[in-house]
């Protein structure tokens, strides 16, 4: 019994100490790219994306998002499209606000953002939050974006265009979305924590 007890207590002090630690991270991204987050609101609830992005020798601009902190009471709304479509515009407008990007000639893409197909859930309940983790992106979701500068406006504007869509298939997660609405199982009030789950590029 002392055996299992101490088992408990480890397993409780080793989430707590993820939590802590995830709390105070940035984006953990690939060699050569860098962090950034932007917060945004959807529907009422408050989040912050940690994502990474990097630039390659054409100027082509990639974003991958790491992870999301999201406002626990809401975490229901990740099965829509919606929500994940607003995180899309939310990195994307920063892109926008953030840089310069060329006139509009002729080209294909110029901005390519992804998230991955595999996900789980985190719920931190003393600080009323939902971490949104990435399972790795074994398969994605791409949007392909042509983001310039029209200098025929007065003054100039940036505008995007989407060019199109991309999804890779991820066969080594299977497992289907939880059903966030049982809070008997989820909680907002208790910490717990998913397995990993598939988010498909179109849930609606």
């Known amino acids: 019994m002392k055996t ?3 088992l408990i207590v480890l ?5 707590v100490l993820f939590l ?12 050569g790219w860098s962090a950034d987050t932007v917060s945004n609101t959807y529907n009422g609830c408050d989040y912050t994306i940690y994502y990474c992005y990097m630039t390659d020798p054409n100027g082509v601009v990639y974003t991958r998002i790491d992870w999301i902190a999201y406002d626990n009471y809401c975490i229901e709304m990740i099965g829509t499209s919606a929500f994940w479509n607003n995180l899309n515009e939310a990195i994307i407008n920063k892109l926008m606000m953030d840089n310069s990007f060329p006139p509009c ?9 992804s998230r ?10 003393v600080n009323e939050i939902c971490n949104i983790i990435n399972c790795g ?13 029209d200098y025929t406006a007065i003054p100039p504007q940036v505008i995007k265009e989407l060019v199109g869509t991309q999804s890779v298939d991820n066969e080594m997660c299977s497992a289907e979305m939880p059903d966030f609405s049982d809070w008997e199982e989820f909680d907002p009030d208790e910490d717990w924590m998913t397995e990993c789950f598939v988010v498909d590029c179109d849930l609606d």
């Open 20 to 31: 802590s630690l995830i709390q105070e991270a940035e984006a953990d991204c690939p060699d």
């Open 4 to 6: 299992g007890k101490n």
């Open 105 to 113: 000639l002729v080209m294909t893409y110029n901005v390519m953002y």
């Open 116 to 125: 991955a197909k595999c996900w789980k859930v985190i719920n931190d309940h």
């Open 11 to 15: 397993f409780a002090v080793l989430f």
């Open 137 to 149: 992106y074994e398969g994605e979701c791409k949007v392909m974006y042509k983001i310039c500068t």
